[in-house]
C-alpha cells in the first residue's frame, strides 16, 4: 500500500514494535543521534522496500552520495510511519528528514514540533516557480494559499474508477457507465454473470475514499471542507443525500460481497484476477497492475465514478491531488549545521531526470513543471494523463479529514455493512468531534 495507513486498532498494537525499530535508527550514532553526525544524512522514508518508488528513490540517493560525498542513512517506513517518526523524535533520535504522506497525523507534526516550516526554503532554494501553486496549497496549513506550509509535495497521484472491459462485455455491458442508475443495471448483470461488480477495502482507506467521493454527491466544495473539517455530516441536506445515495447503491448490490471485511490488498486481487470487474484505485497502483503479470492492464479502461441526476458534478467523478509523498524536514534537519545537506538531496530529487524516473517507474504525477509525457511508459499511467476532460474531481478528504480518519474508517466499516443513513451520519459527527 503507497498512500493511506491502517486502522486505529492495528496502529495500537503496531506502536509498541516502533518504539524498538526507531531505535534502530541510531543504533550507530552518537550524541543521541543517528549515525548521521559528520558526512551524512539520515532519511525515513515511506518508500520503502517493495514499493515502485524504492528503485527511483535508491537511484537518486547513489547519484546524491557520488556527486555530494554525503551518505544517505535510509530507514524504511513503516506502515505506521507516523507513529515510528514520533517515537524517534520523543527518544531524542531524530532523523533530518522524513519522505512521507500528508495525511493523519503528519497533518499535525508542526503543532507538535516534529518538523518545520518550509516557506523560506521554498524561495531560497530554486523550488517556488518549480513546484506548481496547486500542489503547493495542499501542503499548506488548511489546504489555502495563505497557510504555512508543512512540507514540499513531490508524489502527486490521479485516482480514476478502473474498468475491466473484458468482463464488461461478458456481463453484456456495452460501454463504461456514466450514471448511478446505469451502474446499478450494469451490477445486475456481472452479477447475472458470475462476477462481482465494484470491489472496495470496505475496512481501510480505500473504502473511506469510495464514500466519500459519493457522499459529496450532491455539495459544493466549500461546504463538504467544511463538514468534513468540523462535523455536521446530520445536519448538511446535500450531505445526507449523498450518504443516502452510497446506502441505496449498496443495498442495490454495486459493492462486492462482504466489502465491509475487505482491504486494499484483497481489493487489488479480487481486480487483477479477474474477479471484479470495477475498482477505484489509485495511480501508485499502475506499476503494480502491469507487473502482476495478469495482463490486466491490457484491458483495463480509466474513467470516473458514475454520478446521479442532479449532482453537483456535469462528469464523471475521479480524485486527483498533490498530498501523496512529500519531504518533511524536522527540528534536527533544520539546525545550522544540518540544513545544507537537507537542501543539496531535497533538490536533486526535483531535478528534469529524477521526477522523470519517478513518473517512468513509480507512475506519479508530478507536481513540477514541464512535459514528462516521454516518461509515461506504462499504460495505465498513459491513459491517466489524458483524464482532465472526462472527468470532474471532488475533494479529497485528507487534509479535511485529519486525525479523525481512524475513526471515521471505523464508522465506514458498518457502512458498507448494514448501517443507515442516519447511523452512519452521526457516526461521522461523533468521530469528527473526537
Request: overall charge neutral; glycine content about 12%.
Amino acid at each position: 500500500m503507497n498512500h493511506r495507513t491502517r486502522p486505529r486498532a492495528v496502529r495500537a498494537v503496531a506502536v509498541f514494535i516502533v518504539s524498538a525499530l526507531a531505535l534502530g535508527l541510531t543504533a550507530c550514532g552518537t550524541s543521541g543521534h543517528a549515525a548521521g553526525g559528520g558526512n551524512s544524512i539520515d532519511v525515513v522514508t515511506r518508500w520503502s522496500a517493495g514499493n515502485s518508488a524504492a528503485g527511483a528513490q535508491s537511484s537518486v540517493f547513489k547519484a546524491f552520495t557520488a556527486q555530494t560525498g554525503i551518505k544517505v542513512n535510509a530507514t524504511d517506513g513503516l506502515e505506521t510511519i507516523d507513529d515510528q517518526v514520533e517515537t524517534a523524535v520523543a527518544a531524542g533520535k531524530s532523523p533530518d528528514l522524513v519522505i512521507v504522506n500528508l495525511f493523519d497525523k503528519t497533518l499535525g507534526w508542526l503543532d507538535a514540533g516534529v518538523t518545520v516550516p518550509v516557506d523560506g526554503y521554498l524561495k531560497e532554494w530554486g523550488l517556488q516557480d518549480r513546484i506548481k501553486p496547486a500542489a503547493l496549497d495542499e501542503w499548506r496549513v488548511g489546504g489555502k494559499p495563505d497557510g504555512t506550509l508543512q512540507g514540499l509535495p513531490f508524489s502527486g497521484f490521479s485516482w480514476p474508477v478502473w474498468y475491466n472491459t473484458d468482463l464488461l462485455k461478458k456481463a453484456g455491458v456495452p460501454k463504461i457507465p456514466t450514471t448511478t442508475d446505469e451502474l446499478v443495471a450494469d451490477a445486475g448483470k456481472l452479477r447475472a454473470a458470475g462476477i462481482q461488480p465494484l470491489v472496495v477495502g470496505g475496512n481501510d482507506w480505500t473504502g473511506q475514499k469510495l464514500f466519500y467521493q459519493i457522499a459529496q454527491s450532491y455539495t459544493d466544495a466549500a461546504t463538504m471542507e467544511k463538514v468534513m473539517k468540523n462535523g455536521g455530516y446530520c445536519a448538511t441536506p446535500s450531505v445526507m443525500d449523498g450518504i443516502k445515495l452510497f446506502t441505496r447503491l449498496r443495498d442495490a448490490g454495486v459493492f462486492a460481497d462482504d466489502s465491509a471485511g475487505l482491504t486494499a490488498d484483497s481489493m487489488y486481487a479480487s481486480f487483477y484476477s479477474g474477479k471484479a470487474a470495477i475498482m477505484s484505485a489509485g495511480s501508485w497502483a499502475y506499476t503494480e497492475a502491469t507487473k502482476s503479470g495478469t495482463g490486466i492492464e491490457k484491458h483495463t479502461t480509466l474513467a470516473g465514478l458514475p454520478v446521479p441526476g442532479g449532482s453537483t458534478y456535469r462528469k464523471p467523478t475521479a480524485f486527483q491531488g498533490f498530498t501523496g509523498v512529500g519531504f518533511m524536514i524536522t527540528k534536527r534537519g533544520a539546525q545550522p549545521d544540518r540544513i545544507d545537506k537537507v537542501r543539496r538531496l531535497i533538490t536533486a530529487f526535483y531535478a528534469n531526470a529524477s521526477v522523470g524516473h519517478f513518473v517512468k517507474d513509480a507512475s506519479i504525477l508530478p507536481p513540477t513543471s514541464g512535459d514528462f509525457g516521454s516518461y509515461a511508459t506504462d499504460p495505465l499511467l498513459a491513459q491517466s494523463l489524458h483524464l482532465d476532460t472526462a472527468v470532474d474531481y471532488p475533494v479529497v478528504p485528507d487534509v479535511w479529514i485529519g486525525s479523525a480518519s481512524d475513526r471515521i474508517i471505523q464508522v465506514l466499516t458498518g457502512a458498507y455493512g448494514k448501517s443507515t443513513a442516519q447511523k452512519i451520519c452521526a457516526g461521522l459527527d461523533s468521530a469528527t468531534k473526537g
